[in-house]
């Protein structure tokens, strides 16, 4: 068991919310490739992500740019079915406009 799992008490990892607190302008360009293989846009943005080393070590890269809390799996799956509903509203304008 990793040490993500033993944190969490399940046999999942556990989750982290992201935020980014500062701006990009002016960081080099690795640092905002980091924010943006986050999924951060801007300041203000959160994302939840699963608390892997991956993850993990990209945070540790722009440290100074973002904000890290431990967050639930209510959060998680909070996020994906509002990203679920987004990609099918996505879809379902693209298909109208085709027609």
Request: aromatic residues 0%; charged residues 25%; positive net charge.
């Amino acid at each position: 068991m990793s040490a993500a799992q033993a944190s969490t008490g399940a046999g999942g990892p556990g989750h982290l919310r992201v935020t980014q607190v500062r701006s990009a302008i002016g960081t080099k360009p690795k640092h905002r490739g980091t924010l943006r293989a986050l999924g951060l846009r801007g300041v203000g943005k959160t994302n939840v992500l699963p608390d892997v080393p991956d993850v993990r070590g990209m945070i540790a890269r722009v440290p100074h740019l973002v904000e890290v809390v431990e967050a639930g799996t209510e959060e998680a799956a909070e996020q994906d079915i509002r990203r679920q509903a987004s990609r099918q509203a996505h879809r379902a304008a693209e298909q109208r406009e085709s027609q």
